[in-house]
C-alpha cells in the first residue's frame, strides 16, 4: 500500500503533492507556487500579503449563502530534520513517504504532517465541487516553525471571517481552545581561539540516537536532551581527565528537543586509556537513565584528526556549566487545566559561528506571561554568570481559553452526533498562531483541532491513517452546521 490508496482520496491527493514540494521555514517560495497554481486551475481567487501569507476564498454552496465565512487555517512550511545518515536535501528533494501500519512517516526525515495535512485538507475542501458550506476562506500562513513572523506580519483586513479553525492540532477527538505564548533565549560565548598544548591526541564525542520530539508537545515526557547530556559527560572529563575543547555543537531548531550533539576533544596522550574507560563508565551509567524514553541512546568515541586550536580552557569551562546549569524540561504544571505543563524551557542548540562565537539557542513557553518572563530570566541569569552576552527575542503571545466559544459548541455538538462521544476540550503547550491571530483580529471566534501525529519536528513524526478520516469528517459536518 503508499499514500495514492489512502482514504479520503482527496485530502491524501494534496498531501502526496505538497510532500514533492520543499518548503522549509523562511523558504516557502516553492509552496506558494504550488498553491497559487491550485487556486488558478479551480479558480479560486487568491491574494498574497507582504509577507507571503496567502489568502483564498470561494462563495458559499447553494442554500449556505446566509451562514457566516469560516476561516481555514494552516502554516505553509515545516520543520526540517533527519537522521544523521541519510542523505535529504530539504532545499531540493521531495520527501519520500511509507505507509507503515496504521502510520504513514517518513525515510529518515520528518515528514511535514506538521502541518502539511492542514494544508491538504483546506485544499480539499476549497476546491471541491460537492462539500457544502458557506463562504470559505483558507488563510495560509509563512515561517510559522521559526518564530511565526507570517502570523505577527498579517494586516488588519488581510481575511473577512470571524470564525477561524485552526487545522494544526495533533490529537484527533480532541478540540484545543487555548495555548502557551513563547520567547526565545540566545547566549553569546566570544572567544579567540588557544594553541593546542604538545603531546594531545584528538576525539569526536558524540550523544546520538536519542528520541527528540516537540519542545511543547512533548516536553513532559523526560527525553534526554542531546545537549544537556554532552555537557553532563563534558563535565565529567574536565574534572577526571583534564580534556580541553576544540569543538561543540548540538541540536538545530528552538521548538525541537536535540537528538544529537558532539564535540571535539584533546586528552595528553598518556590520558587516552583513562579517557575511553571514563566515557564508557558514563555511557553505561546515562543509557541505564534513559532506556525507557530514549533506549537508542549512544555516547560514541572516536579518534579525530583534529589538531591546532583550541577554545581557551576558561570559556571551555564557562560553556560547559552553563550548559550543565541552564535548567531544560518543565518547571510548572497548570493548576488550571490537569494534565497542562504551564511553564518549560527548551536548551535546543550549540552552535559555532565563523571564528570565536558559540551561539546557544533556547526557547521558554508558557501560559501565564509572567512566568514566561521569569524562566527566560533564570535562563538569561545562567548564562550571564558564565560571561556570555544574552539576547531575548521578541516572542509572541498565549491563547487565552474562551469555553464560552460558539464555534466550540457548534464542534462539541457535530463529534457527539457523528460519534456517539464527547470530544476532549483541551489547552495545549505547544504555541499556535492563534494569539496573533487575536491581536489583529479581535472578534475572532477560533478553534483548533487536527488528526493525530506523533513524534513531530523529529524523524520519528507519523500520522495515524484511520484518524485523518475521522477529522475530515468532523471538519466536513462543522462546515455544514456553523
Known sequence: MTINDLEPKSVWKYFREITQVPRPSKKESKIIEYIEAVAAKNGIA???????????????????????TVVLQAHLDMVCEKNGDVDHNFDTDPIRTVVDGEWLRAEGTTLGADNGIGLAAALAVITSDDIEHGPVECLFTVDEETGLTG???????????????????????????????????????????????GGQL?????????????SGGDIHKGLGNANQLLARILYRLLEKCEISLAAIEGGNL???????????????????????VEVNRLSAEVANEFKHTDPN???????????????????????IYALLACPHGVMAMSHDIEGLVETSTNLASVKMKGKGKIVVG??????????????????????????????????????????????????????????????????????????????????????SFGPTLRGVHSPDERIEIGSVELWW?????ILKNV
Request: hydrophobic share 40%.
Open 254 to 276: 528552538h521548538n525541537a528537543i536535540p537528538r544529537e550533539a558532539y564535540a571535539v576533544i584533546g586528552v595528553n596522550s598518556y590520558r587516552k586509556e583513562e579517557l575511553r
Open 297 to 319: 541512546l549512544r555516547i560514541v568515541l572516536q579518534s579525530d584528526e583534529r589538531q591546532g586550536c583550541v577554545i581557551p580552557a576558561k570559556v571551555a569551562r564557562q560553556v
Open 46 to 68: 487568491i491574494k498574497k500579503d507582504a509577507a507571503g501569507n496567502l489568502l483564498l476564498s470561494k462563495p458559499a454552496t447553494k442554500g449556505y449563502e446566509a451562514r457566516p
Open 473 to 477: 469528517r468532523h471538519l466536513l459536518n
Open 151 to 197: 502570523a505577527k506580519a498579517l494586516e488588519e483586513g488581510f481575511m473577512t471571517g470571524e470564525i477561524l479553525l485552526n487545522l494544526d492540532s495533533e490529537d484527533e477527538g480532541q478540540i484545543f481552545v487555548g495555548c502557551a505564548g513563547g520567547k526565545g533565549t540566545v547566549a553569546t560565548f566570544d572567544y579567540e581561539a588557544a594553541e593546542a598544548a
Open 362 to 447: 533556547t526557547s521558554q513557553r508558557s501560559s501565564l506571561e509572567s512566568a514566561k518572563e521569569a524562566v527566560a530570566d533564570r535562563v538569561a541569569s545562567v548564562f550571564r554568570l558564565a560571561g556570555a552576552e544574552v539576547e531575548h527575542g521578541e516572542g509572541y503571545p498565549g491563547w487565552a481559553p474562551n469555553t464560552d466559544s460558539r464555534i466550540l459548541k457548534v464542534a462539541q455538538e457535530s463529534y457527539r452526533r457523528l460519534f456517539g462521544r464527547d470530544a476532549e476540550i483541551m489547552a495545549i503547550h505547544a504555541g499556535l498562531e492563534c494569539g496573533l491571530f487575536l491581536e489583529k483580529y479581535p472578534k475572532l471566534d477560533m478553534i
Open 202 to 214: 584528538f576525539f569526536r564525542l558524540t550523544v546520538t540516537g536519542l528520541s527528540g520530539g516537540h
